[in-house]
């Protein structure tokens, strides 16, 4: 079977459909939840349609799934009223409760979660087109993080158990939340990036706004319950709907302490400038990439060409982490493009609940046209596709194109895609993707192939302060979840790995006396009788 034999045979017809797609009936959304009651919704809903595609007479036509309330401006400062009531400018239950017991909620709230995965796992396959290994991977991976992240607050909160006295003063210092925080995922991991501010951010004692990513709402409906019953009223407040239309108004009130955004620089730019004390805003941001690969003259073909592969396609290259050109050194250009798409043929396509899938269709309307748009330019500019079916579309489907030779002429060589198309550039010294980093926009990470340790050791120091990760003979990608995920320039910023994120949604504060006889014992009176949440020595095991 040709490649497109398997394409045109991609998408069932609609009776196949019916009994493949995994869902019984599409999700209705007709609630949210704000102040700790789930609020029932009778206005417009915004209808979802699958990436995955019915075959009809007329060409694929896109599954529909289910539908999610529109909020509107005056909803969205109601949601915005019940945090900053929980919150209570610091004096409410949740910012003044015990590490302990902030704990304990979130340990409640992840065992509840734990109940609704297949369900969540099964609307990340059909909302986002997410395969079912890779949809089970994003769900286990965000369980595991709210296990690591209580991890790292007891280990915090013993470090800070402690007193300290120095030159005649008393002091204990711990860390405190912020405020009322703005939570906004993206659409390619709208579970896991999500939480990855959320749960910092709750667990440090703020109280959270959740705005789901454009696609990937439905997949928060199992789990609004969980949150209204393991979280006081008004602790955390979901909002359904166009992020341009009640995003801003948040912004614009000024009562928004932290904007926790994963998305473009132009969106997160245009929230800030709305704030109107913007020196006020903690912003913790996961914004674009184009990250690059570099394979050296002496790389291992095998091993570079399955890390780039992995790298630019694995969830379609919809990942900021995605590798987004390919540097490789004209001596073995051949070779490389050669055992590229030799690999590159025999992967799987197909849906996402298919086995052995890794390419699916796209959730983003217009993004085939728009991909196909820069596989043409490309093309006009003298380069070629270089693997059999390359570009080519079916509905939401676009078949991965390896392009090759790209130039600066061309909008691939400085546009992110964020999608299945990948740039393969020729050099012949190594100053010339050095300086391609240099001059770009983003730093985020870098993939280097080789195997000479002094040439590596000659890339590496001058990378590092360009970009914020440098990975050696792998892909470039965020975990383990321990390491620090952030970037430089347009790519970030803030720092979101678990003990990091600990530190980016709280502030430290101390309490601190002099050493004198009446203090002395004043505090240890608090401390003994357990008077206060924060002056406490209590240890956690």
């Not at 190594?430 to 050791?457: C, H, K, M, N, W």
Request: charged content about 20%; proline content about 7%; overall charge neutral.
């Amino acid at each position: 079977m040709t490649i497109r034999d398997r394409i045109d045979a991609l998408f069932p017809a609609p009776e196949q459909l019916a009994g493949r797609n995994r869902l019984a009936e599409p999700v209705e959304m007709r609630e949210y939840l704000v102040n700790g009651e789930l609020q029932p919704w009778k206005g417009p809903t915004q209808e979802v349609f699958s990436p995955v595609c019915a075959r009809k007479a007329d060409g694929p036509e896109r599954a529909r799934i289910g539908s999610f309330p529109l909020m509107t401006e005056a909803d969205a400062l109601a949601a915005l009223e019940a945090a900053a009531a929980a919150y209570d400018n610091g004096r409410g239950e949740w910012p003044t409760m015990t590490v302990a017991d902030r704990i304990a909620h979130i340990q409640r709230f992840a065992a509840r979660m734990k109940e609704r995965r297949e369900e969540v796992v099964r609307l990340l396959m059909a909302e986002i087109g997410k395969t079912a290994g890779d949809a089970g991977k994003e769900f286990d991976r965000t369980v595991a993080y709210i296990a690591e992240t209580v991890d790292a607050l007891k280990e915090l909160d013993r470090v800070s158990s402690r007193f300290v006295i120095e030159q005649g003063i008393i002091g204990q210092i711990r860390r405190a939340p912020l405020g009322v925080t703005l939570c906004m995922g993206p659409y390619n991991y709208p579970l896991n990036e999500t939480f990855t501010t959320l749960i910092p951010a709750l667990i440090m004692g703020n109280t959270v706004l959740l705005k789901p990513p454009r696609h990937g709402v439905l997949l928060f409906a199992p789990l609004l319950r969980a949150f209204r019953d393991c979280f006081p009223p008004g602790v955390v407040n979901t909002l359904f709907g166009s992020g341009r239309t009640i995003t801003p108004p948040l912004m614009r009130t000024g009562r928004i302490d932290v904007l926790a955004f994963i998305g473009t620089s132009s969106a997160a730019n245009s929230l800030q400038k709305e704030h109107p004390k913007p020196h006020r805003l903690r912003s913790v941001l996961g914004l674009e990439a184009k990250n690059p690969a570099i394979v050296l003259p002496d790389a291992d073909l095998n091993v570079a060409v399955e890390e780039c592969l992995a790298g630019s396609l694995t969830f379609n290259g919809q990942r900021c982490t995605a590798i987004k050109i390919v540097f490789v050194h004209e001596s073995i250009a051949d070779d490389f493009l050669a055992l590229f798409s030799r690999t590159l043929a025999a992967i799987g396509i197909g849906l996402p609940w298919d086995p052995a899938v890794m390419i699916t269709p796209l959730p983003e309307p217009g993004k085939t046209v728009y991909l196909a748009g820069l596989v043409d330019d490309a093309v006009r500019h003298g380069a070629r596709v270089m693997n059999e079916g390359g570009g080519t579309v079916s509905g939401t489907y676009f078949h991965p194109a390896l392009v090759y030779p790209v130039t600066p002429r061309m909008r691939l060589y400085t546009e992110e895609q964020f999608g299945p198309v990948v740039p393969v550039a020729p050099f012949s010294d190594t100053a010339e993707p050095i300086r391609y980093i240099e001059e770009s926009d983003y730093g985020q990470q870098v993939s280097i192939f080789g195997r000479d340790p002094q040439l590596l050791a000659t890339l590496i120091d001058p990378l590092v302060n360009q970009v914020s990760r440098v990975n050696i003979n792998s892909q470039c990608q965020r975990g383990p979840d321990v390491f620090p995920f952030t970037g430089r320039k347009d790519s970030a910023v803030g720092t979101l790995s678990v003990s990091d994120a600990l530190r980016a949604f709280s502030i430290r504060t101390l309490v601190a006396a002099k050493e004198s006889a009446v203090n002395k014992e004043i505090i240890s009176d608090i401390v003994r009788e357990h008077r206060s949440n924060f002056l406490s020595t209590d240890f956690i095991l």
